[in-house]
């Protein structure tokens, strides 16, 4: 049974840090290609950060520069730094995985950046 569990939701003050975490089970992980995306209310889903198997990243335009991806494949656990935090990043936060037309997602974890 494949799990994504994500962790390190919470309420933020804009300009400030938090960071999340996607621990998983029922993988091979490092054959994966992890990402975190998000939805706002009222939003689609959208893709925040992706970080292939091999190491590379690659985010999206409204994140780069204040958000990390990474992996650590012997904990099967991909993570997201966030900093210099805005309101307009509040949003379910989801991890995801794929490797060919396998896809896992987990539940996600909400992220409220208000004063």
């Known amino acids: 049974q494949v799990q994504l569990v994500e962790s390190g939701g919470g309420l933020v003050q804009p300009g400030g840090s938090l960071g999340l975490s996607c621990s998983a089970s029922g993988i091979i992980f490092g054959l994966y290609a992890m990402a975190w995306y998000r939805q706002a209310p009222g939003k689609q889903r959208e893709l925040v950060a992706t970080?292939?198997?091999?190491?590379?990243?690659n985010y999206a335009g409204s994140v780069k520069g204040r958000f990390t991806i990474s992996r650590d494949n012997a904990k099967n656990t991909v993570y997201l730094q966030m900093s210099s935090l805005k309101p307009e990043d509040t949003a379910v936060y989801y991890c995801?995985?794929?490797?060919?037309?396998?896809?896992?997602w987990g539940r996600g974890t909400q992220i409220t950046v208000s004063s």
């Open positions: 970080i292939t198997s091999g190491g590379s990243t």
């Open positions: 995801n995985a794929v490797l060919g037309n396998l896809y896992y």
